[in-house]
């Protein structure tokens, strides 16, 4: 088993990257850092690597990118992954700051990426959109939740935080309650990608800036039960669910067990658990919109 820290970025395709890179520009509130004629890569404000994009026929999320203690060498993450089953190469350069990657297929078809070396993209970027933190989780819809949740455990040592009943479940590598999320579908497709702000006031200001740009909150602000998180959710303009989020329930000492006591817990202390779909949606906020819901199999 190896044992991934944290997310860094996320890769998808896109048929039309000139308006995915308004989006990400002007909406979203990354930086551009560089453009090639087919890729592009952005950053947040202190220079961390968040999104590439790349031209192809479809739009969807196709690579992982996450990071792994810098004494892991690749040739033991290689003989780990080869111990489990799994497949590995090495590339080198494949995106700005990151001088080499170990790369893999988890079991529903996505490309893994780890590294162990990174550096800043600049800092202090200037943004002009809403400026999220970080890339904060990327929750999927698969076919067998189970299936991928013990891969994501026993291969890349990630911990369950949660699971909604049978069929959604909330998996942390680092502090953060959930960094992936797999929930039952009858295809293997992007659910949403979510990018942590500041506080609720950085909420508050994400959704003017939707407003002015006249796109619709389709779900929020409200507070989720599993991880409770404030979120609002918009679509962008390759039809994907984008989450804006804060307050996300942290685990600082995996020995306790439990999550930092917050005044919002209905559980003193909040220790995972399995949730009932009800209650783990929403503390409070509005229901979620039929736009929302669009698309959805399980």
Known sequence: MIKVRRISHATFETPDLERLIDYYTEVNGLALHSRERDRAFFVTRTGQLAIQLERASEPRCTKLAFEVAPTDSFNDLARALAADGVKSEVRSDAVPGIPKTLVFQDNKGTTIEVFNEWSFLGRDRPIVGVGPLKVGHVAFQVLDPQAVTDFYCKVLGFRVSDWIEDFFSFLRCGPDHHTVNFIRGKSVRLHHIAFETKDIAHIQSACDHLARKKIPIIWGPGRHGAGHNVFIYHRNPDD??????????????????????????????QRPKVWDRASASLVWGPPPTPDFLRGREE
Do not use: A, C, N
């Open 240 to 269: 994907h669910i984008i989450e804006f989020f804060t307050e996300l329930d942290r685990m600082s000492d995996e020995e306790l067990g439990y999550f930092d006591p917050k005044p919002w817990h209905v559980d003193q202390p």
